[in-house]
């Protein structure tokens, strides 16, 4: 469903109404649709700005067989490292992907 509208009333609840018509209404509203979100836009004035930060998200599927140097590196949970305003993260989901 997508959000078309919403409106702030009786405090901090919000009223909306979704593409197939349906009002609904919630004390907490949460937009996970990216810098560009249609839900922050029903909900706020608010435009995002560039400050300086971006990500480039690969996925390494089959990691086991294709890559097993880097499976074994980055091992069954989560790399995160910093250097000179940079960041390198991996994350392990299954036998299959590293993300």
């Known amino acids: 469903m997508l959000l078309l509208k919403s409106s702030l009333y009786t405090g901090s ?12 209404s919630a004390d907490i509203v949460v937009g996970a649709d990216g810098a560009w979100s249609s839900v922050r836009k029903a ?13 480039v998200e690969i996925n390494v599927s089959d990691i086991d067989s294709k890559y097993p140097e880097l499976s074994t590196f980055v091992g069954p ?10 960041v390198t ?3 392990f989901f299954n036998s299959l992907t590293i993300n």
């Open 13 to 24: 609840s919000y009223q909306f109404v979704l593409s197939d018509g349906t009002r609904h």
């Open 89 to 91: 993260s991996s994350v």
């Open 77 to 86: 949970g989560t790399i995160f490292a910093t250097d000179d305003n940079k």
């Open 43 to 55: 909900l706020s004035d608010a435009e995002p700005s560039y400050v300086g930060i971006t990500m």
